[in-house]
């Protein structure tokens, strides 16, 4: 079965680190160009980050210097580094695929994760 | 970067309703997004779900009452006939370029 499962959300204090990963089975994580996507409470989708199978990466405005996306081929696993944390990075952070054809097609967010919560809180 | 642009916010609609969503793109001078446009359907608590790619393309599995149109800034998504599980937020979200941006979402409730 083609899935990802995300794990690594808590609650952290503003300035603190977390390490969120993506499991994904069914397909091959480096060959695929793989996102974060986070929702904060109430509000809608913002794209956060991308690895491309290539290994380029490519980050937002809001997150850019402070996280850091990556993928590990052994384990097959998406990790999003998050640094610096800030109250405005608490939200439901989704990994997901990004599939386009091998650039034959426009492409879109075909496979998600469950997501997992990062709350940032004194 | 390209702003994403819904409307409705909301809908009230019933079951067996035509439902018309759209998604206006817009940044500068740029000639909108060509065909890079998907749709997504999200429930509360879940990720959300692929409908359309490609301005037009329905994903496999998705039930063909829903269908997606437009090029370049304006873009369409229309459920036929509403049903019971089509009650939900509908983002659209343009892949040209990045940042890759989504719509503020569009929530049809039950009237």
């Known amino acids: 079965e083609v899935q990802l499962v995300a794990s690594g959300g808590g609650v952290i204090q503003p300035g603190g680190s977390l390490r969120l990963s993506c499991a994904a089975s069914g397909f091959t994580v480096s060959s695929n160009h793989m996102n974060w996507v986070r929702q904060a409470p109430g509000k809608g989708l913002e794209w956060v980050s991308i690895i491309y199978s290539g290994g380029s990466t490519y980050y937002g405005d809001s997150v850019k210097g402070r996280f850091t996306i990556s993928r590990d081929t052994s384990k097959n696993t998406l990790f999003l580094q998050m640094n610096s944390l800030r109250a405005e990075d608490t939200a439901v952070y989704y990994c997901?695929?990004?599939?386009?054809?091998?650039?034959?097609?426009?492409?879109?967010?075909?496979?998600w994760g469950q997501g997992t919560m990062v709350t940032v809180s004194s | 970067d390209i702003q994403m642009t819904q409307s409705p916010s909301s809908v009230s609609a019933s079951v067996g309703d035509r439902v018309t969503i759209t998604c206006r793109a817009s940044?500068?001078?740029?000639?909108?997004?060509?065909?890079?446009l998907a749709w997504y359907q999200q429930k509360p608590g879940k990720a959300p779900n692929l409908l359309i790619y490609a301005a037009s393309f329905l994903q496999s599995g998705v039930p063909s009452r829903f269908s997606g149109s437009g090029s370049g800034a304006d873009f369409t998504l229309t459920i036929s006939s509403l049903q019971p599980e089509d009650f939900a937020t509908y983002y659209c979200q343009q892949g040209n370029s990045l940042p890759l941006t989504f719509g503020g979402g569009t929530k049809v409730q039950i009237k």
């Open positions: 940044h500068g001078f740029s000639q909108g997004v060509s065909s890079y």
């Open positions: 997901a695929r990004w599939y386009d054809s091998g650039g034959l097609a426009p492409g879109a967010f075909d496979i």
